[in-house]
C-alpha cells in the first residue's frame, strides 16, 4: 500500500520558490531572444527573481506553519489596509493626475508588463514583482495578525517598508525616461531597497515562528488512555 507523506512546510515554500524562479527565468530568456534588449546592467534581471522568490516562498512558508487563526476577521481587516498604504507609499497606488489613460507597456517579465492605468480619481502604475511583493507581504501581516492580534507585528513590516518607498517611487518614475533612466534609478535604490525587503520578510517568519511556538504540544501528551 502506498504512504502518501504530507509536505512540509519549508518543503512547500522552496517547491514555490523553484518554481518561481523556473517561470521568470524562462519567460526572461524568451523575452531576450525575441526583443534583444540592450543591458547595462545585469542587476536589473536579478531585482524580479529576489523579490519575488523571497516573498512568495515566505508567504507559503507562513501560511503553511501558523495554522490557528483564531482572528480572521481581525487579521484581514488589518492585512488590507496594510496593503493598501504600502501600494499608496510605493506609488504603486495613488491620487489621479487628471488624466485618465490606461496603457500597457513591455518590459523585462517581472519588471513588465507595466500598467499604468488613471480613471480620473485614483491612479495605478504597477510593476509585477514589486506587487507580488506587497501583497504577500500584506497577507503574511493578516495570517499573523489574526494568529496572534500582534500590533508590532504590522509595525514592523511598516517601518521597513517605509524605508523601501523612496527608492521605489524613484524607480517608476525612472520608467518613463527610458531604459537608461531605469538602469541608473534601480541601481542606486534598489540594492538597499532588496535588502530591507529580504530582512523585513526576515524578521515575520522569525515573527511566525514565536507565534506558533507556544501551541507545539510535545510528543506523546496526548495519550491518555
Not at 518543503?11 to 531572444?33: D, K, N, P, Q, R
Not at 524580479?48 to 515566505?58: D, G, L, Q, R, Y
Not at 506553519?65 to 504600502?86: E, F, H, I, N, S
Not at 496572534?148 to 511598516?158: D, I
Request: charge should be positive.
Amino acid at each position: 500500500m502506498a504512504i502518501h507523506r504530507r509536505l512540509s512546510p519549508l518543503e512547500f515554500a522552496v517547491g514555490s520558490g523553484i518554481l518561481v524562479v523556473s517561470v521568470l527565468a524562462a519567460a526572461t530568456a524568451s523575452y531576450l531572444s525575441v526583443q534583444q534588449p540592450t543591458l547595462t546592467d545585469g542587476r536589473v534581471l536579478v531585482y524580479p527573481v529576489v523579490w519575488s522568490t523571497a516573498a512568495v516562498a515566505a508567504a507559503v512558508w507562513v501560511s503553511r506553519t501558523v495554522r490557528v487563526r483564531p482572528r480572521r476577521w481581525l487579521g484581514a481587516a488589518v492585512g488590507v489596509g496594510y496593503t493598501v498604504a504600502l501600494l499608496w507609499l510605493s506609488g504603486t497606488l495613488g491620487a489621479s493626475a487628471g488624466m485618465p489613460t490606461s496603457q500597457l507597456e513591455l518590459a523585462l517579465p517581472g519588471w513588465g508588463p507595466i500598467l499604468l492605468y488613471d480613471n480620473g480619481l485614483l491612479s495605478l502604475a504597477i510593476v509585477p514583482f514589486e506587487l507580488v511583493a506587497y501583497l504577500c507581504l500584506g497577507y503574511i501581516v493578516a495570517v499573523l495578525i489574526s494568529a496572534a492580534a500582534s500590533a508590532r507585528t504590522a509595525a514592523l513590516g511598516m517601518a521597513s517598508c517605509v524605508s523601501c518607498a523612496a527608492p521605489l517611487l524613484l524607480a517608476v518614475a525612472g520608467l518613463f525616461g527610458g531604459t537608461q533612466a531605469t538602469t541608473i534609478v534601480a541601481s542606486a535604490g534598489y540594492d538597499l531597497a532588496t535588502v530591507i525587503l529580504l530582512v523585513t520578510f526576515g524578521l515575520l517568519v522569525r515573527a511566525a515562528r514565536k507565534t506558533i511556538a507556544p501551541c507545539e504540544i510535545p510528543t506523546g501528551q496526548g495519550d491518555a488512555s
